[in-house]
């Protein structure tokens, strides 16, 4: 799909690039911190069911006067819930408990390589050489962080079983990134982004119920209420809206750089909240990404 720049708004875009990942890089404070607190899958759930709550009172009417695109869409909905709220909801979540944040980080910047490939295979997007230089300096970058500059933790990278969910999590959020674009909507951004929400808390509702009996109990506290509301309203409502508007102008391959941006405020994140030092392979991954995002921009000028 041909991304909607034009003269009159060309750096709009490319500042929402930069700014919806400071707040979608706030999903890794829940995961390091929210789980301690409330089970993956019923964060998940609650925070999704929160969305809808918060979203719905603004854009019932909307909704209820479009009973039959509803109807129309409705599969569509639930299979955008399902990819971007349930598996890209609840798979950090779980990857968390029994992987590293290192090897979540990796696994994770392999999700722009899929949109790309879907986008090429399955949508006819339009890929050249300055956009996969891009890909691969942002690739780069992001890898010069996680290792911390040497190499040898890349030779000795082993796989866990958290690294098969967080590579479910890639591969969904590059399915939901190709569809949300494509699949047409009658709805308005925030009404469909609504009905996602819902359907998403949908899917998750039997997962939570079989945590809830078989595995962990959620604890109804300050804690819980904390940590579902910062998680419904900061990676949730505004990451989420933010990024459906960055891939209305940019297109889905290139929006799906901010996952490289992400990785560099996430960086960020742990300096600011974690004690994590600032060190000098946090400055060459920085350059890497963003000269990797300035190559990759210039394509769609």
Request: with cysteine; aromatic share 22%.
């Amino acid at each position: 799909m041909k991304p909607s720049v034009t003269k009159k708004n060309s750096y709009y875009p490319y500042i929402l690039l930069f700014i919806q990942p400071i707040f979608m890089a706030s999903n890794i404070i829940v995961a390091r911190g929210g789980v301690e607190y409330v089970p993956p899958v019923s964060l998940a759930f609650w925070r999704w069911l929160t969305v809808f709550i918060i979203l719905m009172p603004f854009f019932f009417n909307e909704i209820i006067s479009k009973k039959e695109q509803f109807k129309k869409e409705s599969f569509q909905l639930f299979f955008l819930g399902l990819m971007g709220c349930g598996v890209c909801g609840a798979f950090p979540f779980i990857a968390g408990m029994s992987t590293t944040m290192a090897n979540m980080g990796i696994i994770y910047t392999s999700s722009p390589i899929f949109i790309i490939l879907l986008s090429v295979f399955f949508f006819k997007d339009e890929i050249n050489f300055s956009r996969i230089i891009g890909l691969i300096l942002c690739l780069s970058g992001v890898l010069i962080i996680i290792c911390k500059g040497d190499i040898a933790y890349l030779l000795n990278f082993t796989f866990t079983s958290g690294d098969l969910w967080m590579l479910g999590a890639a591969i969904g959020w590059a399915v939901y990134s190709i569809l949300l674009i494509n699949w047409k909507s009658n709805f308005s951004l925030m009404s469909r982004f609504t009905l996602i929400a819902f359907f998403g808390a949908i899917s998750l509702f039997p997962f939570y119920i079989i945590e809830e009996f078989y595995f962990f109990n959620t604890e109804f506290n300050n804690n819980f209420l904390f940590w579902i509301l910062f998680a419904a309203i900061s990676p949730g409502i505004i990451a989420f809206t933010l990024y459906t508007k960055v891939q209305k102008y940019v297109g889905a391959s290139f929006a799906g750089f901010t996952l490289y941006i992400f990785s560099i405020y996430s960086a960020i994140y742990g300096i600011i909240l974690f004690d994590e030092p600032l060190l000098f392979f946090h400055y060459y991954g920085a350059a890497f990404v963003f000269l990797g995002v300035y190559l990759a921009r210039k394509v769609i000028r």
